[in-house]
């Protein structure tokens, strides 16, 4: 068996066997294959696809390249969560609490941000002492105790998917759906989950722009899920404007309390019960959806949900007097209003913009090394379909410059999309793939 044959027949629209792809990934991690021969392989993918059951091959083959998580000292069913990235999406700090106080247990890996999309991992170090580096078993007796755990990647997980996407990032092969659903799913297949929801994002501040490539992405995700034994759910959910009303690290952990509260943002709320109820389904608890909303709703009116949050902070060494006092944080050192000199309503808010802005204050990193200034960001006070009137605040800059710059100001007030006709509220939910 050679490469050459292998890339010969993926280029010519044929499927790989399950013997040329473990050979491909087996001797790719080993340096036993150049990287020019699976760039053409992978250039070749792009253009030709790959079968549902290929694709769940690859995964699977890119999962069990490195370490494949054992997550059977954790009592009861594991549910795991991921989303595709975007603007504000601080759910994981909102659903983690929610569902494992309706009795799930989660045991959850998350990631940092790069560009414009924010990290699980940097909003919560915005909270003093949070570790989320801590050893195998304290993890397991965490999520046995309390519920929940966030963490970060532990061990070598998919080591053939970071290599892969070193040579997808400067060969134009990035936006592959196959090789996206490849690379979401060998970690989520590594990190020994029993079931995985997931957020696949769709618009303008999303990788998937259109919602037929993010159904795409989604049924793909779904089955290669299915493939390898694993229960699956995805949800498209809108990505056109940010996700609730703050972005930035310590602004979106505070939204996330105020969420679990019962005081968030509709759209914010609305999609963490969506999910919330999809983990439930796939952890076996409630009898219909329609239980299964009510259950989450319940705890996050009672206070069951924030106190889970609350044990979480405790639990990994973090000040869980954040919870009352967001102070402990840290602030700022100044707030700038952004004003409008516009009548109308807002159209629609272009979340990749805010993103940028709130990466180039600090919030977020253009490169991996960067550091990230956890108490910067922006707040958006008024969203699509909401009126406005020529001097309104339309968003909070917090920020720690000297002189904010200008450039940051207009291209928050160029995302604003204003027009004079009423407009309805963007559908939050485009459809549910199980």
Same mark, same amino acid.
């Given at each position: $068996?050679?490469?050459?044959?292998?890339?010969?027949?993926?280029?010519?629209?044929?499927?790989?066997?399950?013997?040329?792809?473990?050979?491909?990934?087996?001797?790719?991690? %080993?340096?036993?294959?150049?990287?020019?021969?699976? @760039?053409?392989?992978?250039?070749?993918?792009?253009?030709?696809?790959?079968?549902?059951?290929? =694709? =769940?091959?690859?995964?699977?083959?890119?999962?069990?390249?490195?370490?494949?998580?054992?997550?059977?000292?954790?009592?009861? =069913?594991?549910?795991?969560?991921?989303? @595709?990235?975007?603007?504000?999406?601080?759910?994981?700090?909102?659903?983690? !609490?929610?569902?494992?106080?309706?009795?799930?247990?989660?045991?959850? $890996?998350?990631?940092?941000?790069?560009?414009?999309?924010?990290?699980?991992?940097?909003?919560?170090? @915005? #909270?003093?002492?949070?570790?989320?580096?801590?050893?195998?078993?304290?993890?397991?007796?965490?999520?046995?105790?309390?519920?929940?755990?966030?963490?970060?990647?532990?061990?070598?997980?998919?080591?053939?998917?970071?290599?892969?996407?070193?040579?997808?990032?400067?060969?134009?092969?990035?936006?592959? #759906? !196959?090789?996206?659903?490849?690379?979401?799913?060998?970690?989520?297949?590594?990190?020994?989950?029993?079931?995985?929801?997931?957020?696949? %994002?769709?618009?303008?501040?999303?990788?998937?722009?259109?919602?037929?490539?993010?159904?795409?992405?989604?049924?793909?995700?779904?089955?290669?899920?299915?493939?390898?034994?694993?229960?699956?759910?995805?949800? #498209?959910?809108?990505?056109?404007?940010?996700?609730?009303?703050?972005?930035?690290?310590?602004?979106?952990?505070?939204?996330?309390?105020?969420?679990?509260?019962?005081?968030? !943002?509709?759209?914010?709320?609305?999609?963490?019960?969506?999910?919330?109820?999809?983990?439930?389904?796939?952890?076996?608890?409630?009898?219909?959806?329609?239980?299964?909303?009510?259950?989450?709703?319940?705890?996050?009116?009672?206070?069951?949900?924030?106190?889970?949050?609350?044990?979480?902070?405790?639990?990994?060494?973090?000040?869980?007097?954040?919870?009352?006092?967001? @102070? *402990?944080?840290?602030?700022?050192?100044?707030?700038?209003?952004?004003? #409008?000199?516009?009548?109308?309503?807002?159209?629609?808010?272009?979340?990749?913009?805010?993103?940028?802005? =709130?990466?180039?204050?600090?919030?977020?990193?253009?490169?991996?090394?960067?550091?990230?200034?956890?108490?910067?960001?922006?707040?958006?006070?008024?969203?699509?379909?909401? %009126?406005?009137?020529?001097?309104?605040?339309?968003?909070?800059?917090?920020?720690?410059?000297?002189?904010?710059?200008?450039?940051?100001?207009?291209?928050?007030?160029?995302?604003?999309?204003?027009?004079?006709?009423?407009?309805?509220?963007?559908?939050? *939910?485009?459809?549910?793939?199980?």
């Amino acid at each position: $068996m050679n490469m050459y044959d292998i890339i010969i027949k993926k280029r010519d629209g044929h499927r790989n066997s399950d013997e040329e792809l473990e050979f491909l990934i087996t001797e790719y991690v %080993k340096g036993n294959i150049p990287d020019y021969q699976i @760039s053409a392989w992978l250039m070749s993918v792009y253009f030709s696809g790959m079968e549902d059951a290929e =694709a =769940a091959k690859l995964t699977m083959l890119m999962a069990s390249s490195g370490d494949m998580m054992d997550l059977s000292p954790i009592q009861g =069913a594991k549910v795991d969560k991921h989303s @595709s990235g975007g603007v504000g999406d601080k759910t994981t700090l909102i659903l983690g !609490p929610l569902v494992a106080s309706c009795g799930l247990k989660v045991g959850k $890996m998350s990631g940092r941000g790069l560009g414009h999309t924010g990290g699980t991992l940097d909003k919560l170090e @915005s #909270i003093p002492g949070f570790q989320i580096n801590i050893s195998t078993d304290k993890f397991f007796d965490i999520v046995n105790d309390t519920g929940l755990a966030v963490v970060g990647q532990t061990g070598n997980l998919a080591p053939a998917d970071k290599k892969f996407y070193a040579l997808r990032d400067v060969t134009a092969t990035v936006d592959s #759906i !196959p090789l996206i659903a490849g690379s979401i799913m060998s970690k989520k297949l590594a990190a020994g989950n029993d079931g995985i929801v997931l957020d696949v %994002k769709c618009g303008k501040g999303a990788f998937m722009q259109n919602l037929k490539d993010a159904e795409t992405l989604a049924k793909l995700m779904v089955e290669i899920g299915k493939h390898n034994g694993r229960n699956m759910s995805a949800v #498209i959910s809108n990505m056109d404007q940010p996700l609730g009303k703050k972005v930035g690290n310590s602004l979106e952990v505070e939204e996330s309390i105020d969420t679990l509260r019962g005081n968030g !943002p509709e759209d914010l709320t609305q999609l963490c019960i969506e999910l919330g109820s999809e983990m439930l389904s796939l952890g076996n608890i409630g009898k219909d959806p329609e239980d299964r909303k009510r259950m989450l709703r319940e705890n996050l009116n009672n206070g069951k949900a924030l106190e889970k949050f609350r044990e979480m902070i405790k639990a990994q060494g973090g000040d869980d007097k954040v919870v009352d006092d967001f @102070s *402990i944080m840290g602030k700022a050192k100044s707030i700038f209003d952004v004003k #409008i000199t516009k009548d109308g309503f807002v159209k629609g808010i272009d979340a990749l913009s805010i993103g940028k802005a =709130a990466m180039h204050l600090g919030a977020g990193r253009a490169k991996k090394e960067d550091d990230i200034d956890p108490v910067v960001g922006i707040e958006l006070l008024k969203k699509t379909s909401d %009126k406005i009137a020529s001097g309104d605040v339309i968003a909070k800059i917090y920020h720690n410059q000297s002189e904010l710059s200008q450039d940051i100001i207009d291209q928050i007030l160029n995302a604003y999309n204003i027009t004079s006709d009423n407009v309805e509220k963007p559908k939050l *939910i485009y459809n549910i793939v199980r």
